[in-house]
């Protein structure tokens, strides 16, 4: 164990007494109110120009009840509550006809209109979405555009298109939606912790569940774990590199055992995140 | 006693062996130097004792320990690539190495050693700044600051200049005067011919040579010539019963056959040019290394 403390001891102080250790302590936190301060400044700095998005529906059932959704939206969602300002874009569907003739001709079109910044995207909705059978192509539901995976629209869409959707098939089956709603209700189990009794008052007290308890916590730990890996694993890498490069580790396998070395380094690393951290809590 | 005890040793890496089947008896307190070319399984012999390779297969005694990690503390180890922190400074350095050793204080012997090897003004400062040859020296104090029993070695001699190539030998000597056992790895059979005790060559993962300098050379008996003539070294070649001719500068060396007289070469040498100087002698070690590993190890050894 000596041995190891000797390691430890050893990294440890060769990575804590640089220049770059004392400065990196400074500037991290500088770096990380500096991106806060980022975000905070450029949240509100989101393009708000309207999105015009095509919708080639081979069902007949959805789109025109997605236009509308569309026009909710425009009218309310788009607006911030408090000040009125616009802070997200509006979302202006198109419905054209399906070119049953040539398909695939049509996506070309469309793609091409995406490509010049005609249209923002194109939804294409199956011909039997609502019933969806073994023709697995005819039941997707496909949204084309320059970024799909990071459009909020995509997301978007998908609510008012299943609303959609079950409305057809709960009126098909003679249900009203609200009944269906009322059916379906899904109902959450909530996380308390346990009852208690007073001791000075005798009154038995209701389990509360505490949103920092729940949540905030395992956040800290798991914010305070990632800066520990995040100090720890660089010295480390750096101190393993530099024996290796410089054959320091043949000179140490002579004196210290394999096990004794590594899990001396450890320590050592350890010991600079913990003190970054201690650092840090102090400071704070 | 003996010092290192190998006992059929050997160590393959993938299908290369590197040493193979080796049993070798270190005495203590000797100075055993190990030779042989390029490659030929002098470090992997070296690590094995240190543990830093395990053999495959055989076992090693050190310092009379079945289990070499009891002993590593009594072991001084230089390694044939030098490995100090460049960024420590040189004090520091070898307090480190000498406190890994479970030497409680050894600020005196650092001293010592640093006086004794002319670092002393270099002690405060960063093994960076340092040349090679200096850097050299302080490996070698790593190796030792710690008073071991068993000091090993790989190639210490290797890139010094003359003044201290001849510091270090000093130091080895003195090693061993203090009872310290010495092995050492080296190319420069002039060094291993005046140091060691013992002399082993491993060629191709083998033992090839083992023994004193005396030993060793009465296996080849007075089989060469160092003659000394007027003139160019041409009228020494073609002559029958000389096996070789190998030039020297001031001095030509034959080898002569063994069923060969020597008086009747010198007869014919001093038929064809006026003779200075004619003796019989047994081969040099260089000569005996060449014989065994070929000319390749005599580029290796002259360079």
Same mark, same amino acid.
């Given at each position: ?13 060769a990575? /804590?007494?640089t ?9 991290m936190?500088?770096?990380l ?6 975000i ?7 393009d708000?120009?309207d999105?015009r998005?095509?919708?080639? +529906? ?8 997605l ?8 009218e @309310? ?8 300002k616009?802070?997200?874009p509006?979302?202006i ?11 695939e ?16 995207a194109f ?6 979405? /609502?019933?969806p059978g073994? +023709?697995?192509d005819?039941a ?7 970024n799909?995976?990071? +459009? ?8 008012p298109?299943?609303d959609?959707?079950?409305?057809v098939?709960v009126?098909?089956?003679d249900?009203?939606?609200?009944t269906?709603?009322?059916? /379906?209700?899904?109902?959450?189990v909530?996380?308390?912790g346990l009852?208690t009794l007073?001791e ?5 007290k209701?389990a509360?569940a505490?949103?920092?308890e729940a949540i905030?916590i395992?956040y800290?730990?798991?914010m ?8 720890t694993v ?8 530099e ?11 002579g004196?210290?055992?394999p @096990?004794?070395l590594m ?5 050592g690393?350890?010991?600079?995140s913990?003190?970054?951290? @201690? ?6 | 006693m003996n010092a290192?005890e190998?006992r059929n040793?050997?160590?393959?890496f ?10 070798l008896?270190v005495p203590?307190g000797?100075?055993?130097?190990f ?11 070296l ?9 495959d ?8 320990e079945?289990?070499?990690?009891a002993?590593t503390d ?11 922190y460049?960024?420590?400074?040189v004090?520091?350095?070898l ?11 050894v ?5 010592h ?7 002393t003004?270099?002690a ?6 340092l ?6 020296k ?6 030792v600051?710690h008073r ?5 070695l ?5 890139g010094?200049?003359?003044v ?6 000093q130091a ?6 203090n009872?310290?056992t010495?092995?050492f790895s080296t190319?420069d059979?002039s060094?291993a011919?005046?140091m ?10 083998r033992k090839v040579l083992?023994?004193?300098?005396t030993?060793?050379?009465d296996r080849y008996g ?5 003659v ?10 073609d002559?029958?019963?000389?096996e070789r001719?190998?030039d020297?500068?001031?001095l030509q060396?034959?080898?002569i056959?063994?069923?060969?007289d020597?008086q009747?070469?010198?007869t ?6 006026r003779v ?7 081969p040099?070690?260089h ?7 070929g000319?390749e190890a005599?580029e290796a050894?002259?360079a």
């Amino acid at each position: 164990m000596r041995k190891t403390i000797l390691v430890a001891l050893r990294d440890y102080n060769a990575a /804590v007494r640089t220049k770059g250790f004392i400065i990196g302590l400074l500037v991290m936190p500088v770096m990380l109110g500096g991106s806060i301060l980022v975000i905070k400044l450029t949240e509100d700095r989101v393009d708000t120009t309207d999105r015009r998005i095509a919708i080639v +529906d081979r069902s007949g059932a959805v789109a025109p009840a997605l236009v509308e959704a569309a026009e909710r939206r425009n009218e @309310s969602d788009i607006y911030d509550e408090e000040t009125g300002k616009k802070v997200r874009p509006a979302c202006i569907l198109e419905i054209v006809e399906p070119n049953e003739d040539d398909i695939e001709a049509q996506r070309l079109e469309l793609s091409d209109k995406v490509r010049a910044g005609e249209l923002f995207a194109f939804l294409e909705i199956g011909k039997e979405v /609502v019933h969806p059978g073994d +023709d697995a192509d005819a039941a997707r539901i496909t949204y084309h555009s320059e970024n799909p995976v990071f +459009d909020d629209e995509r997301h978007w869409l998908v609510h008012p298109i299943n609303d959609r959707l079950r409305s057809v098939r709960v009126a098909e089956a003679d249900l009203d939606d609200e009944t269906v709603v009322r059916l /379906v209700r899904w109902m959450p189990v909530e996380g308390l912790g346990l009852i208690t009794l007073d001791e000075d008052t005798g009154e038995v007290k209701d389990a509360d569940a505490s949103e920092f308890e729940a949540i905030g916590i395992p956040y800290v730990m798991m914010m305070l774990m990632l800066m520990l890996i995040m100090a720890t694993v660089n010295p480390l890498i750096h101190s393993v590199l530099e024996e290796k490069m410089q054959r320091i580790a043949e000179v140490l396998l002579g004196s210290v055992r394999p @096990s004794q070395l590594m899990f001396g380094k450890l320590l050592g690393a350890l010991g600079v995140s913990g003190t970054m951290i @201690s650092f840090y809590i102090i400071a704070a | 006693m003996n010092a290192v005890e190998i006992r059929n040793v050997t160590k393959t890496f993938g299908a290369l062996t590197a040493v193979g089947d080796l049993s070798l008896n270190v005495p203590a307190g000797s100075v055993y130097g190990f030779i042989g070319p390029n490659g030929s399984g002098k470090t992997t012999t070296l690590r094995m004792i240190m543990s830093i390779l395990l053999p495959d297969s055989g076992s090693i005694r050190v310092l009379d320990e079945e289990r070499q990690e009891a002993a590593t503390d009594r072991i001084g180890y230089l390694p044939e690539e030098r490995g100090l922190y460049r960024r420590m400074k040189v004090r520091d350095v070898l307090r480190f190495y000498g406190k890994l050793k479970n030497r409680g204080n050894v600020s005196r012997d650092v001293d010592h050693w640093l006086e004794k090897l002319d670092l002393t003004e270099w002690a405060d400062k960063k093994v960076e700044t340092l040349s090679k040859g200096m850097s050299q020296k302080v490996q070698f104090i790593a190796a030792v600051v710690h008073r071991p029993d068993l000091v090993i070695l790989d190639e210490p001699f290797t890139g010094l200049d003359p003044v201290n190539t001849d510091v270090l030998q000093q130091a080895v000597l003195e090693l061993q005067a203090n009872g310290a056992t010495v092995i050492f790895s080296t190319h420069d059979m002039s060094t291993a011919e005046t140091m060691c005790d013992f002399i082993f060559m491993i060629f191709k993962g083998r033992k090839v040579l083992d023994g004193t300098l005396t030993e060793i050379q009465d296996r080849y008996g007075t089989d060469t010539g160092r003659v000394r003539i007027d003139g160019d070294a041409a009228p020494l070649h073609d002559i029958p019963g000389v096996e070789r001719v190998t030039d020297r500068g001031q001095l030509q060396e034959l080898r002569i056959a063994d069923d060969c007289d020597s008086q009747d070469i010198l007869t014919v040498i001093a038929s064809r040019a006026r003779v200075r100087h004619f003796e019989l002698a047994r081969p040099s070690l260089h000569d005996i290394f060449v014989r065994i590993a070929g000319p390749e190890a005599e580029e290796a050894t002259s360079a």
